[in-house]
């Protein structure tokens, strides 16, 4: 599959460069016949697939444009992304997403079947996954409860693994730039795949940041680093990913005005609630008290952790996902969060501070003193309000060995 997608990306290539009425053509020309595409579909073979692109049909819409389920006549259930005429991203990001998605293979990355140039119209192909998104599961009230700890826990650390592979283990770094609860599709078993590459930044050779006229991505998410100046690193990643999981805690967005001011920005409310010792008071209540609380507290601080203001203090995904692994690790104390250039919606435009990173500490919910925990492992699953015990031992890993940018 592989190699025949490989033999396609010349002629991919060839088709986003600039080929407008005769794209349909050229496709068919270079990818040979239906019975060995390549990368290649047919208008017609996905508009029966989709029953011509019904409404029934219609997973949901992003933007890049609307999404459809279908089925080929292998049987093979799909989903295509098709760009639409108004859509805020267009060629470019539509190259993008396929040149990075032919290079990278990880289970908790969405995998890319093929795709479709017929004139004017474009279109991606992925595999199905039937259970959606990750904000479908978080903020629609109709279905409360339905995502346990366990699938919490299960999403996080995958989420983490495929950064860490985007970042350091694919074979060039990549930085997704738009992280999100809509951008995390969850398969049968709610295993986590990142999606939406169109926004996606390649490093060349050993390179850790750069900066960057257009601002691309969704406020409430962006680092403010990258908001506000520009700063694009895998630091970028990593500060969205530390408001995802304080989402899949908390079960709330990341910012919701109908809870008024002082709640209403959610990366905020969180440090201050850690800072009075109250954090665990943000554990979504749709879990009925049936959670891992020592895991539901290292969520939290790994959380503010990821969203410091000061770039070069948050841990890369390799400490992440060995914070979120290890039975016993110092968590540090996690410093003031960015906040600035952190409000509005999806936005594409043009257009820090770093420090040393703290030495290794115990972690408290105060957010002065260190408290002591039990190993989360050790209580093997839910726990009630006072399941906090006096020790907690973990294996000290320095995080003053932060590189900026890594």
Same mark, same amino acid.
């Given at each position: ?5 490989? !033999? ?7 088709? !986003? /460069? ?29 508009? &029966? ?7 029934? =049909? ?35 990001? @539509? ?43 978080? @903020? ?20 983490? $693994? ?16 738009? &992280? ?22 390649? @490093? ?15 406020? /409430? ?80 601080? &790994? ?53 040393? /990173? ?12 260190? =408290? ?33 940018? $890594?």
């Amino acid at each position: 599959m592989v190699r025949r997608l490989l !033999c396609g990306f010349a002629a991919l290539l060839k088709i !986003c /460069g600039g080929q407008t009425g005769s794209g349909g053509e050229d496709s068919t020309e270079d990818s040979g016949d239906s019975r060995d595409r390549g990368i290649f579909f047919d208008l017609q073979e996905l508009e &029966i697939a989709t029953d011509f692109f019904s409404e029934k =049909n219609r997973l949901g819409t992003g933007g890049f444009g609307p999404v459809y389920k279908g089925s080929v006549l292998s049987g093979e259930e799909i989903a295509v992304k098709k760009l639409s005429a108004d859509s805020r991203q267009g060629s470019r990001e @539509f190259a993008n997403e396929v040149k990075l998605l032919l290079r990278i293979q990880h289970k908790n990355l969405v995998s890319l079947l093929g795709c479709c140039f017929h004139g004017p119209e474009k279109m991606l192909v992925y595999e199905y996954l039937p259970n959606r998104s990750l904000d479908y599961f978080l @903020f629609d009230k109709i279905k409360p409860g339905s995502l346990d700890w366990s699938h919490r826990w299960q999403i996080i650390i995958g989420v983490a $693994r495929g950064l860490l592979y985007l970042h350091e283990e694919a074979p060039i770094r990549i930085i997704h730039r738009d &992280i999100k609860a809509s951008n995390i599709l969850l398969d049968n078993d709610l295993n986590p795949k990142i999606s939406d590459f169109g926004l996606a930044r390649l @490093f060349l050779g050993d390179g850790t940041h750069t900066n960057t006229f257009k601002i691309s991505g969704t406020y /409430g998410y962006m680092a403010p680093e990258y908001a506000l100046h520009g700063l694009l690193s895998v630091k970028s990643d990593v500060f969205s990913y530390g408001v995802l999981v304080l989402e899949i805690v908390s079960g709330r967005k990341n910012h919701n005005p109908c809870l008024g001011s002082e709640m209403a920005d959610l990366l905020s409310y969180a440090w201050k609630m850690y800072q009075e010792g109250k954090i665990m008071e943000l554990v979504d209540p749709s879990l009925a008290g049936v959670y891992n609380r020592d895991e539901a507290a290292t969520c939290f601080i &790994i959380g503010l952790l990821c969203c410091q203001q000061i770039t070069s203090n948050r841990p890369d995904m390799n400490m992440v996902h060995q914070m979120l692994s290890s039975d016993s690790f110092d968590l540090p104390k996690p410093g003031r969060p960015g906040l600035q250039g952190r409000r509005g919606g999806s936005y594409t435009g043009k257009s820090t501070g770093t420090g040393k /990173g703290t030495g290794s500490k115990s972690f408290g919910l105060t957010g002065s003193e260190p =408290n002591s925990f039990k190993s989360r492992r050790s209580n093997g699953g839910a726990s009630g309000p006072n399941s906090l015990v006096e020790e907690y031992s973990r294996t000290s890993i320095s995080m003053s060995s932060f590189a900026e940018g $890594r």
